[in-house]
């Protein structure tokens, strides 16, 4: 008797199990986009500035939201990189949220740009894991909308770390720590392979600059705004001329482009922290 009811409830789970597992991707994404969406809207008008720390579980359930919807194609061809920009864009929007004016209207726009971010994200990273199988034609639009995104979640976090005015060593070590997976990230989706180790020193590299420049910034007088706004400018240089060293385009002109980026760059940012 107990067996025989055992047996029912197991084959109710399996039919729930099976059924979410059944669902078709795109519906699968926008679950992910409302849930986490309204679960950031509502998460500081119900706990207020500790609602920081549901950010970082924020994030986590985004990997397992990624898990859940990239399931099928996962099986097949496993990449971790696919979980790096989803679990930082959620952290980086989560923690900013906390940081801007607690108006409703700032709100609904924060959480409106974090779902469409979020939802665009999830389409190009299903884009990364197809492409790495077979070429479709959407890789190109993937990689933009995937490096727009990218340097959306540094700007937000590098704003948020310097907000903290943590001590020198703190700081270095969170830009650091950042920066090295999103330079990973950055660098995938552009060879899609599942082994970063093969540009292991060149992304040590370019993360190691960004924190020697990090470590320069710390002393400057400046508010978090105009630092963040500058070290993602340095890595749109340093992981963009990457990006394009990797498609074989580093040409004369498309330097000079990034040259040019540099010096507005370098005079905004002067301009601004003299005014602040």
Not at 229 to 256: A, N
């Amino acid at each position: 008797m107990m067996y025989k009811k055992f047996t029912q409830i197991w084959r109710k789970i399996r039919r729930k199990i099976n059924f979410l597992i059944n669902i078709p991707k795109r519906q699968k994404f926008i679950i992910t986009v409302v849930v986490l969406s309204l679960t950031l809207f509502f998460s500081e008008q119900l706990f207020g500035r500790g609602g920081m720390y549901l950010a970082f579980l924020l994030a986590l359930f985004t990997d397992l939201f990624v898990l859940w919807a990239e399931s099928s194609e996962l099986e097949d061809n496993f990449s971790p990189q696919v979980f790096i920009l989803p679990l930082f864009y959620t952290l980086s929007c989560a923690l900013f949220y906390f940081l801007i004016p607690a108006r409703f209207l700032t709100r609904i726009g924060m959480t409106s740009l974090y779902a469409f971010g979020l939802y665009s994200l999830l389409l190009s990273e299903n884009i990364f894991i197809v492409s790495s199988i077979r070429t479709i034609a959407l890789l190109s639009s993937a990689r933009t909308v995937s490096f727009i995104v990218t340097l959306l979640s540094y700007f937000f976090m590098a704003n948020v770390v310097f907000s903290l005015h943590l001590n020198i060593f703190l700081t270095l070590f969170f830009v650091f720590t950042f920066s090295f997976p999103l330079i990973i990230h950055s660098i995938w989706t552009h060879t899609l392979e599942a082994d970063f180790r093969l540009h292991f020193e060149w992304i040590s590299l370019i993360a190691i600059c960004i924190a020697e420049t990090t470590l320069i910034l710390w002393f400057w007088p400046t508010t978090p705004t105009i630092i963040g706004l500058f070290l993602t400018g340095l890595f749109y240089i340093l992981v963009g001329i990457s990006q394009i060293w990797l498609e074989k385009r580093l040409f004369k002109g498309v330097m000079w482009e990034y040259i040019w980026v540099g010096v507005i760059i370098f005079l905004v940012f002067i301009t601004f922290s003299m005014r602040s």
